[in-house]
């Protein structure tokens, strides 16, 4: 029985003896490791700031928007929501904790000198309870507020770096949005920058009529872009969510068999949307990464083919002093594993860097966990064992007498 140190010197060796060979024998095992290795990275890192934005929002937030269905029976309708489609689910929906009805655009903001552009929100007085947000100084938008289209801000964090000087408190100062005077009322706790690299307190706070009578006006009274809801809680969402619907479709005079013009979405829905759009590219880079690996198997199978007919007086020798069928059988598998763990290692240290890479395009921060490392090298390993087995099991088989007359 030949010792296990000179089975892997000699296995050394002879991958050594063909460097260029080896190198390219193992590309597609570093191509296939690398390709897991990112998929799994980008994958956690997008789920991870999926799970985030779920928080930030809350789980039991629903948001209404119009949606023109596809059905021939209502493809010409002009899908639109107004101020008393919001009313109406208040005013009949139970288990509702706040309801904001929002009109958006993006504006110009200019203070003295100073101008910035930004996201203006038309919105009700429960819109910072609906989307969790604070008040960091001075106030909120009031139910007053609106009533008198009151020409009155709250500003994001952002907006008030922007437009004033550090450490200035802009409460009282007035501002003007597309020409139209708002005086400052309140200002917001900052919430950062998300996982998704936007900053979320670049916005100004409204009230609805003010918006809706003097930046937006629409042609259609009382017209608004959607609804922000929150349930009291998670329980209570699937409930909400339902009633909504149905009293959106009898204010709207929908009837049965055709489509809705509008649609009523979770937060939980709308980001598992993207988290399904997610699983899909991962899908594909493992798709990737199996042919790769498949491919550098059958290049490992073909490689320890020519290395066995290379070698065949070799084997011939060894099994004539004594060396048995075994001991050929495992020299030329721990070739092949050797070959498939350098491909391992490299394709780790590869998938480090196209995981970053990748990260970049989508906006996330990879996420590298040990598991996936280890299980990516254990199967390169494999691959290396199960394409090397034939061939060593052939160079096993050889009869010592044939073997010695092969030139």
Do not use: C
């Not at 296995?11 to 570093?30: E, Q």
């Not at 007035?174 to 139209?180: L, S, T």
């Not at 706070?205 to 609804?227: C, D, E, M």
């Amino acid at each position: 029985m030949i010792p296990p140190n000179e089975i892997f010197t000699t296995a050394i060796k002879a991958i050594r003896t063909n460097r260029t060979r080896s190198i390219l024998t193992t590309l597609g095992i570093i191509i296939g490791v690398a390709a897991v290795i990112a998929a799994l990275a980008v994958g956690e890192g997008t789920n991870k700031v999926i799970d985030e934005q779920i928080s930030s929002f809350g789980s039991n937030f629903i948001m209404v928007f119009p949606d023109r269905g596809g059905n021939s029976s209502n493809k010409d309708r002009i899908a639109f929501l107004t101020l008393s489609d919001a009313q109406a689910i208040e005013r009949e929906v139970s288990g509702i904790e706040a309801i904001s009805p929002v009109v958006d655009l993006s504006a110009n903001l200019i203070y003295k000198n100073s101008n910035w552009s930004s996201d203006v929100s038309g919105v009700g007085s429960s819109h910072i309870n609906v989307t969790d947000f604070k008040i960091s100084s001075g106030r909120n938008i009031t139910e007053t507020d609106i009533k008198q289209s009151a020409k009155v801000a709250v500003l994001g964090s952002t907006v008030v770096e922007k437009l004033f000087y550090t450490g200035f408190n802009p409460i009282g100062e007035v501002i003007r949005i597309d020409k139209v005077p708002f005086k400052v009322v309140g200002v917001l706790e900052s919430k950062g920058i998300s996982s998704m690299g936007l900053d979320q307190d670049d916005f100004v706070l409204v009230p609805l009529t003010a918006a809706q009578k003097r930046l937006v006006r629409f042609s259609t009274p009382g017209r608004i872009n959607y609804i922000y809801v929150k349930a009291v809680s998670m329980d209570a969402l699937n409930y909400v969510q339902h009633e909504t619907e149905l009293v959106l479709r009898e204010k709207h005079r929908i009837r049965r068999g055709e489509d809705d013009d509008f649609a009523v979405r979770n937060v939980t829905q709308m980001l598992e949307a993207r988290r399904q759009a997610n699983q899909t590219l991962t899908f594909l880079l493992y798709t990737i990464a199996l042919i790769s690996l498949l491919v550098g198997g059958i290049g490992i199978m073909n490689i320890m083919f020519v290395s066995v007919t290379e070698r065949t007086k070799e084997i011939g020798i060894r099994l004539a002093i004594g060396a048995t069928q075994n001991d050929i059988k495992v020299q030329f598998l721990v070739e092949s594993s050797v070959l498939s763990m350098f491909g391992g290692v490299i394709g780790i240290l590869l998938g480090f860097a196209l995981g970053y890479v990748l990260a970049t395009f989508v906006g996330v921060t990879p996420i590298f966990s040990f598991s996936s490392l280890l299980i990516s090298f254990l199967f390169s390993v494999a691959v290396g064992i199960g394409f090397g087995y034939y061939p060593a099991r052939k160079a096993s088989l050889m009869n010592p007498i044939d073997a010695l007359k092969y030139e």
